[in-house]
Antibody, heavy 119, light 107 residues
């Protein structure tokens, strides 16, 4: 059973770039889709996008051009960068694996990491 | 964008009850719908995919149905562990979106 663990700064200043990593263990990152999802406090979930093990990416258009995702397959490390953050980007951020070889739904999730955007 | 709605937003029920949660998509998503369960402070857990397929390890009291725009999640006999928030998610389009959630509370 693959395990995922997010990490990153708990606080980011407005207008700066949020950077998170997700470490994948217990399985290969090959031939899978890896998504980032966030959940503002008390609100529903929001899919940000995915990165495939080949490096191909797809992003939720609602994020405009702000997110960038990457994957280092040998080390099993995923990265999310989100530029020009505002208070509206305050949320718990999750990384998750697509079920089997599909991009969705997600069948394995990290525990999530809370990121607050504040000066 | 495909918008997802759920009803009810909150549901009070007792152990042993049969409950039904409804999810509606703003346009046809065929059967590209999943259901997740989330408990406070925890990540979501996949229950159902492709509208009616039960994820491995999920109890058989959970079932899903529907196609097109209207879907349901049924819990045949509520157990204490089932009190949580449930989200539907569509993945038919270029992007994916979640419903607002249904919180299942103990009556």
């Amino acid at each position: 059973q693959v395990q995922l663990q997010e990490s990153g700064p708990g606080l980011v200043r407005p207008s700066e770039t949020l950077s998170l990593t997700c470490s994948v263990s217990g399985g290969s990152t090959t031939d899978n889709y890896w998504s980032w999802i966030r959940q503002p406090p008390g609100k529903t979930l929001e899919w940000i996008g995915y990165v495939h093990s080949t490096g191909y990416t797809r992003y939720n258009p609602s994020f405009k051009s702000r997110p960038t995702m990457s994957i280092d397959t040998p080390t099993g490390l995923l990265t999310l960068r989100l530029t020009s953050v505002t208070a509206a980007d305050t949320a718990v951020y999750y990384c998750a694996k697509g079920r089997q070889s599909d991009w969705l739904p997600m069948d394995s999730w990290g525990q999530g990491t809370l990121v607050a955007v504040s000066s | 964008d495909i918008l997802m709605t759920q009803s009810p937003s909150t549901l009070s029920a007792s152990v042993g009850d049969r409950v039904i949660i409804t999810c509606r998509a703003s346009q046809d998503i065929t059967t590209y719908l999943a259901w997740y369960q989330q408990k406070p402070g925890k990540a979501p857990k996949l229950l159902i995919y492709r509208a009616s397929s039960l994820e491995s390890g999920v109890p058989s009291r959970f079932s899903g149905s529907g196609s097109g725009t209207d879907f349901t999640l049924t819990i045949s006999s509520l157990q204490p562990d089932d009190f949580a928030t449930y989200y539907c998610q569509q993945y038919n389009s270029y992007s994916a979106s979640f419903g607002p959630g249904t919180t299942l509370q103990i009556k």
